[in-house]
């Protein structure tokens, strides 16, 4: 019997034995997002089994029970994202979805099974190509994970909030540029109002990240190690992030990609027209995130330090591109200029005259996270290593590449070092300029490529196999549970992200609708927090109800803001309603704490319009939370 009517009758047994688990589990009052993870288990490990008869004495037991494993753990959190895609974003029935389901699961398992995970060194340390096969399953993995848990994954505050920005469009705002509100602007009038169409734009600008990244990497290395680039784009935890949920980083991290490349084509490359791709992306960049402009500070101190580059600081080239920049970012100068500078303030000034905090631990916390315990090995190995220089193998001037790129990586780093000894850093503000040395961070993957120098890079090259599959299996696990939970695996008392939004949503709805039903009027949503909540619900009660034209912004977003009427901080819901335009009006205030009912201000203001009463929230059928409120009506004056 051959390979492939072997592979198709393993199928064919793990789809029928799937389903079967499945319909009985159902009929037995399982929930289907239980179900599925029940009725997936033995249709794996019998499959497991017939694949180690097939193959006789090889694999051996442990091998094949290793894999079995592994491939059975990736296939189940990818198989849990396309389920509840089927079900919560298509429409499907479970019944129906899981149909589809099982057919695409057993191939996805059974490939996994002939690539044999847990038996090669991911990636290989051989130049074969089942070594680049697996590298590209996991790349392929990785983007399916994003692309399948962006539409039931429920958003972040952050991406309520941005989404927000996006319903009151501008050519900037207070804590950001606009990049990010206008990416979610054109992709919810494409694709609608959903946790979908809001992300689409961050899987997008990491596609445009991965493609810059590889081509750089190309360039320096060749396809082999360009790939493991790739791959490491599509693995570190500051690339999967802002690639699978929207906010400013994620066209920053396409920028600053973009901008590397076309550095390199006009200062290595001596491309004179690649001068405009360097102004065009930093120019986005600088619509997407001020810190942008330390990318072009770096390229100002690589021109006066690198002596075969100063001679661009005599031609136009470089002041097209800055005037480029300019012109890019004109609209953020306009909006500043009648705000009272207010975002460049806020950015400015406003952080660095914050509360004296030394928080070097943090930022270096920070980039452990963003980069894994692996990934900061590698990175110090190229940094440290002086053999990185000899890296090159594509172009007769990796020196000044090096030199490049690393002043490109350090002098933002730098920055940030200095800012962090007397100032709060914030998780990912270090992200981009990783992107910088990526492309010899690649070449720790492979490590049969160099034989690597010093103790830290030895480390580095022996942990990326594991690190990989580890990594991989984790953001499967986290997606999962966030999304579909596990079989008696409770969620923790207070929800993580925006988990039961939706549901606090429909249930806040209903009291409103009430109360305007049987008013007539037409209520302000508080919420007694920052900006989240408020961004939450505006969102997710926008969803739930009749969708607004394209050009009409919704009710929900009208009468929703954030605490700033009782003194917190709520950024753009100053702007958007200011505390003069909601004299006597009635509001329903919200909090999650019930002794904000009590606060002084929100006492001060108000008058108590009704009893404080409990809302519980609920996700996946278990209680996560409890929020208060109340009617009150707002003082005039």
Known sequence: MNDKIRFR???????????TAFFVGIRSGISWNTAQVISFVPAAAMTCVLWRLKNGSTPTWPRCLSTCAIVGMLTLFLRGGSLATLVTVVGLSPGAAILFTTVFSAAVFLSGLRLQIPSQSVPDTEPNDGGRRLTIAFVVYLVLLRLFYGGPFEILFEEGYYWNYAQHLDISYLDHPPMVAWLIWASTTLFGHSEFSVRIGALVCWAVTGYYTYRLTDALHGARIALRALLLVALLPIFFGFGLVITPDSPLL??????LYYLYRSLIGEKRAAWIGVGIFLGLGMLSKYVTALLGGATLLFLMVDSRSRK?????EPYLAFFIVLVFFLPVIVWNAQHDWGSFYFQGPGRLMGKYNFDLPDLIGSILILLTPTGFASAIATVTSRRTVDFDLQTGSGSRTYRLLLTLTIFPLAVFVAFSLFRNIKLSWTGPLWLGILPYMAVFVVSNHRRPTGRVAVWASRAWPATIVVVALLYGAALHYLVLGFPAVPYPRKALMGMGMEDLARKVDTVVETYERQTGDVPIIVCMDTYRLASWLAFYRTKISVAPSVFEMPKAVRDTTGGHLFGKNSM???YWHPLKT?????????????????????????????EVRK???EKNGKVLRAYYYRWLRLKAG
């Open 9 to 19: 009758m393993s199928a064919l047994v793990m789809i029928v034995v799937d389903l």
């Open 254 to 259: 396409a920028c600053w990609a973009g901008a």
């Open 312 to 316: 661009w600081l005599s031609r136009p």
């Open 572 to 574: 753009m819901y100053r």
């Open 582 to 610: 909601l004299s006597n009006r009635t509001i329903l205030f919200i909090t999650d704490d019930r002794e904000d009912m009590q606060d002084a201000r929100v006492i001060l203001l108000t008058e108590p319009l009704g």
């Open 615 to 617: 809302l519980a929230v």
